[in-house]
């Protein structure tokens, strides 16, 4: 007893010399505009930066895809600019502000995020669409379904968006799961979109309902990245950002860079070009 007596005397002092946390001042609600400021990333239990000296600003209503071949970085970026990678020199910035500045709860629902590995849930359609809200909105849920053009795929389901899934969602196909992952990405009409191989076990139904709503998120004032690497998901874009090492190797309108990295590729008698590798 004695001792858990100086135990709690000891946390009590420490408790007392700490400053309080401060409250961070609740930001304005973001317009759109995304930027990579002198970005350097090291993974996780890694030494060496995967990607070095990345400046990129991505304007509201404006899409810009990240290309390179495999291994040049296109996932790191993605996962440095969602905030799931930190910097280890530079910063992220939405609307200007670091990302340790957005307390996360409040910029989470304003980021939508479409990993290369989508992850479902325990839990049903609508909840996982809903990122596993306790109360999800319905018109929300079926909105971004529908913007995914998933929503009839659902109706069909045994339960419709009542349908519960296992872990990871076992009983759906691969190109379901990244359709329900891209309806969850555009849930609640955030204002930033980050997709990565968002296209990679689509159909053709799948690619064309993701480059509409591509076409959309841009007309409604959304900053969106996309890295990938077959070509039919960067047709929306405006702008691309060709990787190469972890460094910025071109970046400029989409069919210009096409170009001149297919000139370049075909020069050095290199198989395949950027459009076999975007």
């Known amino acids: 007893?004695?001792?858990?007596?100086?135990?709690?005397?000891?946390?009590?002092?420490?408790?007392?010399?700490?400053?309080?946390?401060?409250?961070?001042?609740?930001?304005?609600?973001?317009?759109?505009?995304?930027?990579?400021?002198?970005?350097?990333?090291?993974?996780?239990?890694?030494?060496?930066?995967?990607?070095?000296?990345?400046?990129?600003?991505?304007?509201?209503?404006?899409?810009?895809?990240?290309?390179?071949?495999?291994?040049?970085?296109?996932?790191?970026?993605?996962?440095?600019?969602?905030?799931?990678?930190?910097?280890?020199k530079g910063a992220v910035r939405y609307?200007?502000?670091?990302?340790?500045?957005?307390?996360?709860?409040?910029?989470?629902?304003?980021?939508?995020?479409?990993?290369?590995?989508?992850?479902?849930?325990s839990g049903t359609i609508a909840q996982n669409i809903a990122r596993l809200e306790e109360a999800p909105d319905s018109e929300q849920v079926v909105a971004a379904a529908k913007r995914a053009c998933v929503h009839d795929m659902i109706l069909r389901l045994p339960d419709g968006y009542e349908t519960r899934l296992g872990e990871g969602g076992c009983a759906l196909s691969s190109g379901q799961k990244q359709r329900l992952g891209l309806a969850r990405a555009l849930y609640g009409a955030p204002k930033y979109i980050l997709l990565d191989e968002p296209n990679s076990n689509l159909d053709a139904e799948g690619e064309a309902a993701l480059i509409d709503a591509i076409v959309e998120l841009k007309a409604q004032g959304c900053a969106v990245v996309v890295a990938a690497h077959r070509p039919s998901a960067i047709s929306a874009v405006d702008r691309l950002l060709?990787?190469?090492?972890?460094?910025?190797?071109?970046?400029?309108?989409?069919?210009?860079?096409?170009?001149?990295?297919?000139?370049?590729?075909?020069?050095?008698?290199a198989p395949g070009s950027m459009r076999d590798c975007a």
Not at 23 to 51: H, K, N, W
Not at 103 to 120: A, R, T, W
Not at 246 to 252: D, E, I, K, M, S
Request: charged share 20%; proline share 9%; glycine share 10%.
């Open 1 to 88: 007893v004695l001792d858990a007596r100086r135990a709690f005397a000891r946390l009590s002092h420490a408790c007392s010399v700490v400053p309080p946390e401060t409250e961070m001042v609740e930001l304005p609600a973001p317009i759109g505009r995304l930027e990579a400021e002198d970005l350097f990333v090291v993974a996780p239990g890694g030494a060496e930066p995967v990607l070095r000296n990345i400046n990129l600003v991505v304007q509201p209503g404006e899409a810009i895809g990240i290309v390179g071949v495999t291994g040049s970085g296109k996932s790191s970026l993605i996962r440095a600019l969602a905030g799931l990678w930190p910097a280890a």
């Open 95 to 121: 609307d200007g502000a670091a990302l340790d500045q957005w307390p996360p709860e409040l910029l989470g629902p304003h980021l939508g995020y479409l990993p290369q590995e989508v992850q479902l849930f």
């Open 242 to 269: 060709f990787l190469k090492d972890g460094q910025v190797a071109a970046l400029g309108p989409r069919d210009e860079i096409l170009d001149a990295v297919g000139r370049a590729r075909s020069a050095t008698r």
